[in-house]
């Protein structure tokens, strides 16, 4: 399993720096977590077609986290070169799909092709699935990759993710409550061979963030969606040192790791 991270900032662009968004691929086949970033050209920059993206996983529902959707949305749906994509978006409770549909094409009556209750026509299928039960519920198994999703607290509706391919476990932790009282139990729990957590809400300098971050049973722990007046690069380091031999890696767009 390859993890590339498409987008790492937190709820706004910096500098080179995207709103949450990480590629995954499995064999052949590529899916997203989180769509805060303009996927369409990150994947094109990276040679990667449309046609090829198996599953979208939204964490929760925060802009930041899905409004690369409309775009990519209007991209798939609108060009031939695209005929043949179909991609399953998995997302939770609390996004409105039908204004997103009305803001790409105006009023869906007036479009045969586009309307919202005609999903078999559609390339980008929105489909809501419901809130985790505490001892995870999967949420997509296409046979290559299995996704299972855990409740964390951040806002109503916000899941972590455990993805499980070519015999490899990855959890994404989603956003978490700035205390980590949500921190998911699959990470501390099971052993895992990496976990990707936040940094926008949490303070990595708080004494009981390493505490915490430090149970994870992973060889790695990756930083990402980091918010760089809260938590500036020298405070990644700092939690670095304390919860060693955990490898704790900040994420920057672009970066691939293999797992
Ligand atoms: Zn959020």
Request: no cysteine.
């Given at each position: 399993m390859k993890i590339t991270f498409l987008g790492t900032s937190h709820g706004i662009t910096e500098k080179n720096a995207f709103c949450s968004s990480a590629l995954v691929t499995a064999g052949d086949a590529q899916y997203l977590v989180d769509v805060g970033a303009p996927v369409d050209t990150l994947l094109a920059n990276l040679d990667i077609s449309l046609n090829d993206l198996r599953g979208i996983f939204i964490t929760h529902p925060h802009q930041d986290h899905y409004v690369g959707l409309a775009q990519l949305t209007f991209t798939v749906e609108d060009f031939g070169r695209f005929d043949l994509a179909s991609v399953p978006v998995l997302a939770p409770e609390g996004i409105d799909f039908a204004s997103l549909n009305t803001f790409l094409w105006g009023?869906?009556?007036?479009?045969?092709?586009?309307?919202?209750?005609?999903?078999?026509?559609?390339r980008i299928r929105f489909q809501v699935y419901p809130d985790a039960a505490p001892e995870g519920s999967v949420i997509f198994d296409d046979g290559q990759l299995r996704v299972t999703a855990f409740p964390v607290r951040h806002i109503p509706h916000s899941h972590a993710f455990l993805l499980e391919a070519e015999g490899k476990r990855v959890v994404f932790t989603g956003d978490l409550l700035r205390d980590?009282?949500?921190y998911p139990r699959v990470a501390t729990?099971?052993?895992?061979?990496?976990?990707?957590?936040?940094?926008?809400?949490?303070?990595?300098?708080?004494?009981?963030?390493?505490?915490?971050?430090?149970?994870?049973?992973?060889?790695?722990?990756?930083?990402s969606h980091r918010a760089p007046g809260r938590n500036p690069i020298e405070k990644v380091e700092a939690l670095a040192a304390a919860i060693a031999p955990i490898k704790v890696i900040a994420a920057f767009d672009g970066m691939a790791l293999e797992v």
């Open positions: 009023d869906p009556r007036g479009h045969e092709r586009y309307r919202v209750e005609n999903p078999p026509k559609r980590l009282s949500d729990e099971t052993p895992v061979d990496l976990v990707v957590t936040e940094a926008a809400h949490v303070r990595l300098d708080d004494p009981d963030t390493p505490m915490i971050l430090g149970k994870s049973r992973t060889p790695a722990l990756v930083i």
